[in-house]
């Protein structure tokens, strides 16, 4: 076996080889860019060394820079990871012409299966289910034009070398058409370099079924099985499952035969991923071949207990097959959901910052977590926004759907927008829940999956509320150990008053909904009234922003993580986003000292509240900055002066930015 591997890849699919590799004993070497310096695949690695700046084309797109590092560090063979190289042929050539073994299939397999238009040819040749459409080589605009009125409508152009929903367009009518090609044209030149696109029949309501091939270089091909990856929103996978729900034997094993007829048209060898269409009625369509390890692998692993990192390794070894064809069982059902640092709610515009906040659900026999970053990492604006990709097994479907909804819950992210609630109502959705897939799932359900006028529930202000006066107390105690006079009555967090009734206000803010919650000191607790109802209240504060709470007798587990005003409550299976409205917040430091206001977090200046060099009183609005989906207001901490805004509407500023230099006046 190899003893020293480099992963040409970066985020979770490195972490992911890295692990197998080390529990085989084999050695790593990553390679990262200048924005991922501190990345969790560097600190996982036995070795790491820089190729580029921060651009992908300056550096897990460098072919020269990375068989350089291969070089210098003595690695035997490359994993090239998903993405980036993983099915460029020029650089499986070059592995091959500098000694370096390709952790992956044969250059021709990679190039035939590359071209959209090549492979359907190739497929057609084996006997493979086209749907109908023009795969040809010529590409005058009034060519296709005729092309496409003889298949009729709607259609579907795609770009010939594109992928993950680039350059691909539905057309519902031939009007349409010459700008729906000449679009699909400069986004496959610009993404992919190739112009060229194919013309298919545009099927109502297919799935997406994908079947897993594995191919050694002794002759043995076998198909482990399929993957329902329907769940999509523009052309992209968001949801996966193993086996696909509703499939019956016999249309797996054509299903499977047709996929291993596919790779032994290329001669291919490694694990790669054959594409159907499925339409209601059952019949299938060769779409395409993937050729490499998918983003979804790990269903298969769970349904089969087999580890296909180890296999590829093998494989590029030179070993056969670990099992045949009639060893490969499945064994209950699995989940993926693919989580990412974007708004659901803003057309799953991607977000950047620093995870303030990250726990995430126990890892067990039913639950895995293949993710590539760790808390205080950041989600760079240069690379995909994935965070991670949780992946749940059970006996059946239905127990499996349970297992997922309750991870999800447990996924706690603050720091980026996310979209581990909008997973949550997709889940629980009930197409989904009942199997009813295709890849318009998400368009059909949209009244469900992006329900946000949910009513916030009063529990949720209350354990807030909780959270901020136990935090109190324990700072208060904190200060009292490290005092000459600890007992102290000055210490006491008691609520004490001369003449006068313990009571005190919490303001909070939901977007354009306040609640203000009152507290008065109780013995053991707190009274706390909220829309006209007073509750007993009582709670421990655990690790990592961890609550146990007592609300009249109803308790709860809840997690509350503070990032300036911000109070995320984790509650009920979802996040609550919260404002503490306090007019004498300065998220600087030093209090009156002159200096700058800081962001508390990643977001967008959205307003400039006062004039440079004007005479502003303390707690005075001075700028608002948009994050999180709310709106965060920063106020002066004294009586002074703005000296200067240090960014203009609309940039986007990240966590601990100096926003504003003040100069309080003394005196």
Same mark, same amino acid.
């Given at each position: ?92 050539? $070059? ?32 006997? /493979? ?111 996966? #499952? ?16 047709? $996929? ?132 749940? +097994? ?10 997922? /909804? ?36 998400? #368009? ?31 700072? $208060? ?12 009555? +000055?210490? +006491? ?34 009274? /706390? ?101 709310? #709106? ?36």
């Amino acid at each position: 076996m190899f003893q020293k591997i480099l992963i040409a890849n970066r985020g979770e699919i490195a972490c992911r080889v890295i692990k197998t590799a080390h529990r085989l004993g084999i050695a790593t070497v990553a390679v990262y860019s200048e924005a991922d310096a501190d990345a969790r695949p560097v600190r996982l690695a036995r070795e790491a060394v820089l190729i580029g700046a921060a651009a992908a084309k300056d550096s897990y797109l460098s072919i020269e820079r990375i068989i350089a590092a291969a070089r210098q560090t003595g690695a035997q063979a490359i994993h090239p990871g998903s993405g980036f190289l993983s099915e460029n042929p020029d650089f499986a050539e $070059a592995c091959a012409a500098s000694g370096i073994v390709f952790i992956g299939p044969p250059v021709e397999a990679i190039r035939v299966m590359g071209s959209k238009s090549v492979a359907k040819t190739r497929m057609a040749q084996a006997g /493979l289910p086209l749907i109908p459409g023009y795969h040809g080589d010529r590409q005058e605009p009034d060519f296709l034009q005729e092309q496409a009125d003889q298949i009729g409508y709607p259609l579907l152009i795609k770009a010939s070398a594109g992928g993950g929903g680039k350059g691909m367009r539905v057309v519902e009518r031939a009007d349409d058409f010459a700008a729906a090609l000449a679009s699909c044209q400069r986004e496959g030149a610009s993404a992919f370099g190739d112009a060229r696109v194919l013309i298919e029949k545009y099927l109502a309501r297919p799935r997406h079924v994908e079947i897993q091939v594995f191919g050694d270089t002794h002759g043995n091909l076998v198909y482990v099985f399929e993957r329902d990856c329907s769940v999509q929103r523009r052309h992209q996978k968001v949801l996966e #499952e193993a086996p696909a729900p509703g499939m019956m034997p016999e249309r797996r094993v054509a299903m499977g035969q047709a $996929a291993v007829a596919a790779a032994q048209a290329v001669g291919y060898v490694g694990a790669g991923t054959v594409e159907f269409i499925v339409n209601p009625d059952g019949a299938f369509y060769f779409m395409e071949m993937n050729t490499r390890l998918q983003v979804e692998h790990p269903v298969t692993e769970m349904i089969t207990g087999l580890d296909l990192v180890e296999w590829q390794l093998r494989v590029a070894w030179g070993e056969p097959l670990p099992l045949t064809q009639e060893q490969l069982q499945i064994h209950g059902h699995a989940l993926e959901a693919r989580i990412y640092a974007e708004d659901p709610a803003k057309g799953f515009l991607p977000s950047t910052g620093r995870l303030v906040h990250l726990a995430l659900p126990e890892e067990s026999l039913h639950v895995r977590v293949d993710t590539g970053v760790e808390e205080g990492d950041e989600i760079s604006s240069f690379y995909d926004p994935m965070i991670a990709k949780l992946i749940v +097994w059970d006996a059946s479907r239905e127990q499996a759907l349970a297992r997922m /909804l309750q991870a999800l819950a447990q996924y706690r992210i603050v720091g980026v927008a996310n979209n581990v609630d909008f997973l949550s109502r997709l889940v629980a959705s009930p197409a989904f829940a009942r199997a009813d897939l295709d890849t318009g799932l998400i #368009e059909r359900e949209q009244d469900f999956v992006f329900a946000t006028d949910a009513p916030i529930p009063r529990e949720v202000f209350l354990v807030a509320a909780l959270a901020t006066l136990l935090r109190e107390e324990a700072r $208060a105690s904190a200060e009292a150990a490290v005092h000459t006079d600890p007992l102290s009555p +000055w210490h +006491w967090r008691d609520g004490w008053r001369l003449n006068s009734r313990a009571e005190r206000h919490l303001l909070f803010r939901a977007g354009e909904l306040e609640k203000t919650v009152g507290v008065r000191y109780a013995e053991r607790g707190y009274a /706390l009234e909220l829309d006209g109802q007073e509750t007993r209240v009582r709670g421990e504060l655990g690790p990592n922003d961890t609550l146990w709470a007592d609300l009249g007798g109803l308790r709860l587990n809840a997690t509350v993580v503070v990032a300036g005003e911000r109070r995320y409550v984790f509650l009920y299976g979802r996040a609550w986003p919260l404002a503490r409205v306090d007019p004498l917040y300065y998220s600087g430091e030093g209090g009156g000292q002159e200096g700058g206001l800081l962001a508390p977090m990643p977001g967008s200046v959205i307003a400039l509240l006062t004039q440079v060099d004007v005479l502003v009183e303390k707690g005075a609005p001075l700028l608002i900055l948009e994050a999180m989906k709310m #709106e965060h207001t920063l106020t002066a901490p004294a009586r002074g002066r703005v000296k200067s805004f240090r960014f203009a509407v609309g940039d986007q500023v990240s966590d601990g930015a100096e926003l504003v230099e003040f100069e309080p006046l003394l005196g």
